[in-house]
């Protein structure tokens, strides 16, 4: 039954909620030195409520309850807003998902280039589909495995930067990812604070790609919400022919 004044408190209620959570989410951006517009803010918003909708659908997050999706997806994802140095970057999000950390990047950075990656169909038609309705003109989306992606001539090595957040342990990670980036590009992989082992398993794959030691960022979200890591591996000079492997073996044979 429509009971009108349910419906109000619930509006009055989600509109307070986006009113404190855009404040506070302002002053935990300041320690990554950027600040959003009300625009940008608004479009963050409805991307969520697009991941939501389109969730019952395709499975592309564990994640709806608003709050933890504010933190865990979109304060996470412009956690790599300091790697963004200047204006009409490259960017590639490999292994996007529903979008991230792609989608929240290319809102905050409009002049960013950004390439959206994903082997599975439905997903990527699905980031497709979120990036028109935000009117984003910044994003192209690809569906495609890494391991073929980063052998054609229009992607490898031609990336400033290439994000990645749950894609895979860092040793696998390293193959897909550092051939896309140019010499002196970076990679940034999202990781929680299980980071040390992986680094420690990464060390072959390293320098097999020619990259340079890892530097490694450590946060923690806000309202407990856990901690997390961004490492940073830049390389060094271009990556052998060989790498990635053929579809499937970076991860079943690992570098
Ligand atoms: N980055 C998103 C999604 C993580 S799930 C987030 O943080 O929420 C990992 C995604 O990587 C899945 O959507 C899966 O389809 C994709 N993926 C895994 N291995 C891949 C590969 N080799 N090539 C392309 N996409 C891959």
Redesign the pocket.
């Known amino acids: 039954m429509f009971n009108k004044e349910k419906l109000l408190s619930a509006f009055t209620q989600s509109l307070k909620e986006m009113f404190t959570v855009h404040s506070h989410f302002n002053q935990w951006l300041e320690k990554v030195g950027v600040e959003l517009t009300d625009l940008q803010f608004e479009k963050l918003s409805r991307y969520l409520s697009l991941l939501k909708a389109k969730n019952q659908q395709v499975n592309l ?1 564990r994640i709806t309850e608003t709050r933890e999706a504010w933190i865990k997806h979109i304060l996470d994802s412009l956690m790599a807003a300091p790697f963004f140095k200047k204006p009409g970057m490259h960017v590639a999000d ?5 979008g ?1 950390p792609g989608i929240p990047l290319a809102i905050l950075f409009p002049s960013a280039y950004f390439t959206l ?4 169909d439905k ?1 990527i038609r699905a980031v497709e589909e979120f990036a028109r309705e935000l009117n984003l003109k910044n994003i192209i989306c690809i569906q ?4 073929t992606f980063a052998h054609h001539l229009t992607h490898r090595e031609q990336y400033d930067l290439v994000t990645a ?4 342990p860092l040793r696998v990670l390293v193959e ?1 990812a550092v051939p896309l980036i140019h010499p002196y590009g970076n990679v940034i992989a999202y990781k929680g604070p299980e980071y040390i082992s992986e680094l420690g398993m990464a060390t072959n794959a390293i320098k097999t790609l020619n990259a340079e030691q890892p530097k490694v960022f450590q946060y923690s979200l806000p309202e407990g919400m856990g901690q997390r890591s961004l490492i940073q591996i830049t390389k060094k000079t271009v990556s052998s022919e060989k790498y990635p492997r053929r579809d499937g073996i970076p991860s079943k044979n690992p570098l």
Do not use: P, Y
């Open positions: 997050t490999i292994g996007t998902g529903g991230m990656v994903d082997a599975t997903k495609s495995r890494i391991e957040r749950a894609l895979a897909l």
